[in-house]
């Protein structure tokens, strides 16, 4: 396809797909995430998002919905996010960039009254901020300019200004200016801030513990992305920066809580293959004594805590395909469910935010239902505060068919789920495999499932599975670790059986069949198309394609050698075995490729050497390089064109009319 | 910090409004000086009528100012620069809900003003032109034919703004060949709305160039953009409001025409002929509001003083409106609540920008204050401000202030400053005033100097033949009124005669090149800003039309422009003169700098010309600030110690 599109049929209908979508929309809050629910458990506080015209990634800003709807209380300029309600409710803090773009700050919305005052500047951007118990101090996670993101957050670096020096001037790795990542602290009453965690700690991710220390997921000596995969447990003394590991897991952590009077530590733990992505085992942790006592939690991988005294504990996660929220009393051991729903709530993982009584306010959707903003009383009833149900949306859901959960058996017996999104009628139809990253992620039940790709296909015809195969999460760490040392092994016949499922229950035409996914959902559609000819057509997004060279030039090298479980320096083994390049004699499907220049995570040299490998052999391929991307297509227009794009590569090499029902 | 460092970095206060109910006080802050390439920053800042600890409303990052309460006191709008410094649009803070506030325009070339309509359902707005594209092919400009009109638009306010969407119904009021808003850098003239929300009276002129503004039209426009005049005034700040009763306008305007400014009339608003308030009364009026009875408020100045007053339209005496305070001081802006009776206010004195106070109108009760901007001026020195008065040449009273050094010793005899104020029907009142570096007097009274602020006649606040006592002859009456009271600060044994110094700024300048050029009494000079020639200078300046009233039309009358130019005696000229412009002034050009300094260099006499870049007929940025007022000390020290 030519480089310039936009003057095509193609890229025009596929326009005014996004326009019917996302138009009537325009000016209001039509994403939601991040809630923070005030202490009297009435308003929830939400980083919501605005478009307002078919470019970029919209803006964000702070949103309140109290039963009277739902109110965007900041105004910008730049981006808001991270509303985070004081103890007594009073204060709303939240990070912006309106100062300086790209570069987040603290900022304080008081008393309902006015505008936010500005905190002052700290040395790099504010990631996330919480108020410590007693509402005297806030925390703030700041990572230093040119810090990497995790891929999760889109990878590149935080700040991609060229304004730091002349054009000329070298990137220098391994130097003396890699960005850290600390911990500070503003004081509410002095309007000051410091940094509190001491140099050569690199801090992923920090909590209050009691009103004087706090608990951080942090690294020594190295700041880099691949050293999060072996960070520990540490407890830091706000007033004298002392830092003391608690806590050396096994696999990696995440969301670490400390008890507001000090004296313990929920964290989760949990194999993972990003930062920021973390659903597994809760762990309880004595920051006195080390001892650490595994928390029972019914089967839910755990993506969130929230403590709401020091006896109760609110923690929401992921079970099966479905979204559980409940209070973990730590004085029993026992878990009292709020909530367990097949909706879904949160972007990557479930996410829920607690008052003291026990409320629980999330961001309930479906794939046919945007979200709304629902409060879960301590007895499980429901209140919808408000639903971001907007013409576009219904527009939406109105051509995005049904999604319905669907599982199949695997050939080593093992039982596979997923969620299939179908067009109405009796089938067969074209169908599109939509693999997940991670590998250790989930699908849901989510509204569009997430992405722009399963309406787009549904609408055009097409039925869409999303499979959970073994080394996701959801089915508890066995189920996880099922992919370690293995990727491309069992979970490749995992998605192959549910496929098989589908063509035997007539509902996939095998001779149209079709393999999507980004990240390592991109490794798995390079890898399927070399271990199965029936693929008529493949798009790997940001995929690995040959984990020798993934090892030593993406920025989370540690990854590969955790999930491969082998040497990337020794001849043969998995490293060869499993990467897609080396086995592209084997290939016959026509395969375009996707990836972002500013992609660190999976470096846009990992497709390149895939579409070099088919190009080698004879096999149709084309190379798709967005040079403003990172890890994943996100920003409008690019999203129309990527979707135009493999629209197109579906449709035409699964011979699919155009034109559909759009 | 020194004091002028601590100077520069002072908190002022600019504009105040009182909420309709009249408990809560609404006031912007900004800073005296600005920074280098950007905008200047203002704060809304809002406090309790009751008193209370002050909070910001806005966050004030960047240029916050304009706040308008609705009519049910609910809502609050505003101007900011936020999202593009330099380029103000309205925006809408919701004081039910809390929040930030939400942006309701979007004009290419910004919002200069806002009043809400009585009903609080609309806002009308003053609309700056946009600036063209900058073009590739030509990037030449055509003189008087590039300049935007300002225009009125109203705007239907939304009522529930944070639901997001499209920005409100807006739409263009006034004709497009007229500008509204006189001369824009003056701050923009105001408008207002008719009781029943029908129509608003604003003024009307050719262009916003400054010679365009006298005299210019008043006129009522409907809201389908019906226009009626009411004939024409001659201001620099009209401030055309309707009365409660609808039937009448009232504006600030001379009397006639320049220099007999600073006058209260009354128009009726279906057309007919001006009423002169409060004739002949020896003051000059400046900001004023009506009051529910038909009675108005204003801003008084008598002498060196401004207080509010009440002028009764049908004719009785001119009243003092709040308990008077004990210190002499200075009221720059007030606004009042809707029955009345409570008024907020800005007042400066000698030790004060100003603050925000409230006090209830006809009580006894002394005003409250409720700000405290500037407690750092607590530390600081200042000299003893003291009232002169003297008599003139021709028996004509004058006063002025006399700054007395910190420290001073009665008996002891100190080095004098004259300094001139601009205008020249401007005056020097009991204030510290906004931008430190046009005035030196405290300064320069902590290094050792008494100075001399004369009001001589030309100068506001002594009614309309004070000001006028300069036609055709300015520069030489009141050469002598200032020469007058410099003796009379020799006689009352404070200045040297020895050792004398003299500077002003604008007028001021002028009034510095006209007394070098006449005497050589004075040991150094400071010219700032000031006209050396006025035949170049009508035919250079952006303000020709002012001075036609003092000089008669220059292609008519060149003798007299000439006759009354320092520029034709500078080889009488000895003293050392230090010369300072605003590289970018349109209002006295520096090529006036240049003719004075080519002037008295091809005299022999010792002189400097400093031009400061991208500062107009104000220098504003605080570096510029700085280094003018060190060069000014430098300059009288070095020539005094000379001797």
């Known amino acids: 396809m030519d480089r310039d599109i936009r003057d095509s049929d193609a890229y025009r209908g596929v326009e005014d797909f996004y326009r019917r979508w996302l138009e009537p929309g325009f000016g209001r809050v039509t994403g939601v995430a991040d809630p923070s629910l005030r202490p009297d458990g009435r308003a929830v506080a939400v980083t919501g998002t605005i478009l307002e015209k078919l470019e970029g990634l919209g803006s964000t800003r702070i949103a309140v919905a109290d039963g009277d709807g739902l109110r965007v ?48 500047r700290v040395d790099g951007t504010v990631e996330y901020c919480a108020w410590s118990p007693d509402g005297e101090r806030i925390l703030l996670g700041v990572a230093g300019l040119g810090a990497d993101l995790a891929g999760g957050q889109g990878s590149g670096t935080n700040s991609g200004r060229s304004d730091d020096g002349p054009g000329w001037l070298p990137a220098v790795e391994g130097g003396e200016e890699s960005a850290w990542r600390s911990a500070w602290v503003y004081d509410v009453a002095a309007g000051t801030v410091r940094r509190v965690s001491p140099d050569g700690l690199n801090v992923w991710e920090a909590a209050w ?86 928390a029972d939690t019914g089967g839910v991988d755990v993506t969130g805590l929230q403590w709401l005294d ?61 979200p709304a903003v629902t409060l879960v009383a301590p007895g499980g009833a429901t209140t919808e505060l408000v639903a971001l149900t907007d013409p576009g949306a219904r527009w939406l859901a109105s051509v995005a068919g049904t999604a319905a959960p669907v599982s199949w058996t695997a050939p080593d017996g093992l039982r596979i789920e997923g969620v299939l999104c179908r067009p109405a009628g009796d089938g067969p139809f074209p169908l599109v495999v939509l693999v997940h990253g991670g590998p250790v992620s989930a699908y849901r039940n989510r509204w569009r499932m997430g992405h722009d790709y399963t309406p787009l296909l549904v609408s055009r015809g097409f039925a869409v599975l999303h499979p959970n195969p073994r080394g996701s999460s959801g089915r508890g760490q066995e189920f996880a670790g099922a992919v370690y040392g293995d990727m491309g092994g069992a979970d490749t016949h995992d998605i192959l059986s549910g496929i098989d499922d589908l063509v035997a229950r007539g509902i996939a035409d095998p001779a149209r069949l079709g393999v999507t996914g980004g990240s390592y959902g991109g490794f798995m559609s390079c890898w399927l198309v070399t271990q199965d000819r029936r693929f008529a057509a493949a798009v790997p997004v940001a995929p690995v394609t040959d984990w020798y060279s993934q090892h030593l030039t993406s920025n989370i090298g540690h990854f590969d050698a955790l999930f491969l479980d082998d040497d990337p320096y020794a001849a043969g083994g998995r490293y060869h075995g499993r990467s897609p390049v080396m086995h592209a004699r084997a290939v016959r499907t026509p395969t375009l490729l996707v990836a972002g220049a500013r992609d660190r995570c999976t470096p846009p040299t990992q497709a390149a050497e895939f579409h070099t490998a088919l190009r080698d052999h004879g096999v149709e391929t084309e190379l798709v390089v967005y040079p403003e991307e990172g890890h994943g297509v996100r920003r409008l227009p690019a999203r129309i064109d990527v979707a135009t794009r493999m629209l197109g590569w579906f449709e035409r090499h699964l011979s699919v009319q155009s034109g559909g029902t759009a | 910090m020194n004091d002028i460092e601590a100077a520069l970095a002072a908190t002022v206060v600019a504009d105040v409004q009182v909420s309709p109910d009249g408990e809560r006080v609404l006031y912007v802050t900004s ?90 359902a609309r806002l009308a707005l003053l609309v700056a032109a946009a600036g063209d594209e900058p073009r590739e092919d030509h990037d030449e400009t055509v003189a008087g034919e590039d300049v935007g009109k300002a225009s009125l638009w109203l705007l239907t306010v939304p009522d529930d703004a944070a639901a997001g969407g499209a920005l409100p119904d807006q739409h263009r009021l006034s004709p497009a060949d007229r500008h509204v808003g006189g001369i824009l850098d003056y701050g923009p003239a105001t408008f207002g709305w008719a009781p029943s929300g029908d129509a608003l009276v604003a003024t009307f002129t050719a262009s916003p160039v400054f010679t365009d503004q006298l005299p210019a039209e008043l006129v009522t426009i409907d809201l389908q953009g019906g226009v009626r005049g009411l004939g024409t005034v001659e201001t620099f700040s009209a401030m055309p409001r309707f009365g409660p009763d609808g039937a009448t306008v009232a504006v600030n305007a001379a009397d006639g025409a320049l220099p007999a400014l600073f006058t209260l009339q009354t128009v009726p608003a279906g057309g007919g002929s001006a009423q002169l308030l409060a004739p002949g009364h020896p003051g000059s009026f400046f900001g004023f509001s009506w009051l529910p009875g038909g009675e108005i408020l204003a801003i008084l100045q008598e002498g060196q003083q401004q207080r509010l007053a009440v002028v009764d339209p049908a004719g009785g005496p001119v009243r003092d409106a709040i308990a008077p305070f004990d210190r002499p001081g200075c009221v720059t802006a007030f606004s009042v609540s809707a029955d009345g009776r409570r008024v907020a206010f800005v007042r400066a004195d000698d030790t004060s920008y100003g603050e925000v106070y409230v006090a209830d109108l006809g009580s006894d009760t002394p005003a409250r204050r409720l700000t405290d901007l500037n407690p750092w001026t607590r530390e600081q020195d200042y000299g003893e401000v003291r009232e002169l008065s003297w008599t003139s040449f021709d028996g004509l009273e004058l006063q002025g202030l006399l700054v007395l050094p910190v420290g001073y010793q009665k008996g002891r005899r100190y080095p004098l400053l004259l300094q001139i104020h601009g205008g ?116 250079t300046a952006d303000c020709r039309s002012a001075f036609d009233r003092y000089f008669g039309v220059v292609d008519e009358d060149p003798e007299t422009h000439w006759l009354h130019s320092p520029i034709r005696y500078v080889k009488a000229a000895t003293t050392p003169t230090l010369i300072l412009y605003g590289e970018q002034d349109a209002r006295v050009p520096p090529s006036q700098g240049h003719e004075l300094h080519q002037g008295l260099r091809a005299r022999g006499v010792e002189t400097r010309l400093v031009l400061y870049p991208r500062e107009a007929h104000a220098v504003v940025e605080r570096d510029h600030q700085a280094d003018l007022l060190y060069r000014v000390i430098d300059w009288f020290d070095t020539h005094l110690s000379g001797q």
């Open chain 1, 73 to 120: 209380l900041t105004g910008g300029p730049g981006n808001d996010r991270c509303p985070r309600w004081s103890p007594d409710g009073s204060t709303l803090a939240f990070l912006s960039d309106r100062a300086d773009e790209g570069v987040f700050g603290l900022y304080l919305l008081r008393d309902g009254l006015g505008e936010a005052i500005a905190a002052p």
């Open chain 1, 209 to 294: 513990l009691g009103p004087d220390r706090v608990v951080a997921v942090a690294s020594e000596g190295d700041p880099g992305e691949g050293a999060w995969y072996t960070a520990a447990l540490v407890a830091v003394d706000v007033t004298s920066g002392g830092a003391e590991a608690v806590y050396k897991p096994q696999s990696q952590l995440g969301w670490p809580a400390g008890s507001p009077g000090g004296r313990r530590i929920a964290v989760v733990e949990a194999l993972s293959s990003d930062r920021w992505i973390v659903a597994g085992d809760l762990r309880l942790v004595d920051p006195a004594s080390g001892v650490v006592v595994a």
């Open chain 1, 310 to 370: 020091d006896r109760r504990l609110g923690y929401v996660g992921v079970r099966g395909l479905d979204t559980v929220a409940g209070v973990y009393d730590v004085s029993t051991g026992t878990c009292a469910e709020l909530l367990a729903t097949d909706a879904s709530s949160g972007a990557r993982y479930p996410d829920a935010a607690f008052a003291p009584d026990g409320t629980a306010a999330l961001l309930l959707e479906r794939y046919d239902r945007p």
């Open chain 2, 31 to 120: 800073s005296v000086a600005t920074e280098k390439d950007t905008p200047p920053a203002g704060t809304l800042g809002l406090v309790d009528a009751a008193g209370g600890t002050p909070r910001r409303l806005t966050s004030g990052s960047a240029g916050d100012r304009w706040p308008r309460w609705s009519p049910d006191g609910r809502r609050v709008a505003f101007l900011s620069d936020r999202e593009k410094r330099g380029s103000a649009q309205a925006y809408l803070l919701d004081l039910r809900h809390g929040g930030e506030a939400v942006r309701l325009t979007g004009h290419d070339g910004g919002v200069l003003a806002l009043e809400w309509s009585p009903d609080g």
């Open chain 2, 424 to 539: 020249p029907m401007g005056a020097w009142l009991h204030e510290l005033r906004r931008y430190p570096c046009l005035d030196w007097s405290q300064f320069l009274a902590r290094r050792g100097y008494a100075v001399l602020l004369p009001n001589p006649r030309g100068s506001s606040g002594r009614g309309t033949a004070f000001l006028s006592g300069i036609a055709g002859n300015y520069g030489e009456p009141d050469f002598e009124d200032l020469m007058s009271g410099v003796d009379a600060a020799v006689d009352l044994g404070v200045a040297d005669p020895e050792r004398l110094v003299v500077g002003g700024w604008s007028g001021g300048g002028y009034l510095t090149n006209w007394t070098i050029t006449h005497t050589d009494r004075f040991k150094a000079a400071v010219s700032g800003a000031g006209i050396a020639n006025w035949v170049s200078f009508q035919g």
